[in-house]
């Protein structure tokens, strides 16, 4: 099994620090070998891990290291899944409206090579997304509603 395998398998085991000091390793070989599709792979997961941990900023550095790499191989396919992490990062941090258009650009290059089953996949992240736009709406609302209501009870004291 190689160090990025042992290094998901850690993070599935919520070994978090060997996790991370697995990808480390996958990333050096990988940088060693020049091996550049896999180097965009080890950053695509270290991209993931930084999200998984919330470290936001340091998630899109490593989407960004990932995007260019896989834009300089030209593989289409590769391109959009590192679209669909930009597209998941943005998700996460509320940015709905990012995150539809990220979706939307990698649907379009999956449509463009014939991905059938990612094609789908992809449709659903981005219906997905959409209804968690609606739900946090509706959500933040009865939070509003129910922050005046309190107030009011305060007032009335």
């Known amino acids: 099994m190689s160090f990025l395998g042992l290094s998901v398998v850690s993070l599935y085991q919520g070994d978090?620090?060997?996790a991370e000091e697995y990808a480390k390793k996958a990333l050096q070989i990988t940088q060693d070998l020049g091996d550049k599709s896999r180097i965009a792979s080890v950053f695509g997961f270290l991209g993931s891990y930084a999200s998984?941990?919330?470290?936001?900023n340091k998630a899109e550095d490593f989407f960004k290291k990932e995007l260019?790499?896989?834009?300089?191989?030209?593989?289409?396919?590769?391109i959009a899944s590192a679209l669909e992490d930009f597209s998941g990062l943005a998700k996460e941090q509320k940015k709905y409206t990012e995150s539809k258009r990220r979706?939307?650009?990698s649907l379009k290059l999956f449509e463009e090579i014939g991905a059938k089953n990612t094609i789908a996949l992809t449709q659903k992240l981005?219906?997905?997304t959409e209804e968690i736009k609606k739900l946090h709406h509706?959500?933040?609302?009865?939070?509003?509603?129910q922050k005046a209501l309190y107030e009011k009870k305060i007032k009335n004291i």
């Open 138 to 145: 509706v959500l933040e609302l009865k939070r509003q509603e």
């Open 68 to 78: 260019k790499i896989v834009k300089e191989l030209g593989n289409k396919e590769l």
């Open 16 to 18: 978090y620090t060997t």
């Open 126 to 128: 981005l219906e997905t």
């Open 52 to 56: 998984h941990q919330k470290d936001y």
């Open 103 to 105: 979706y939307k650009e």
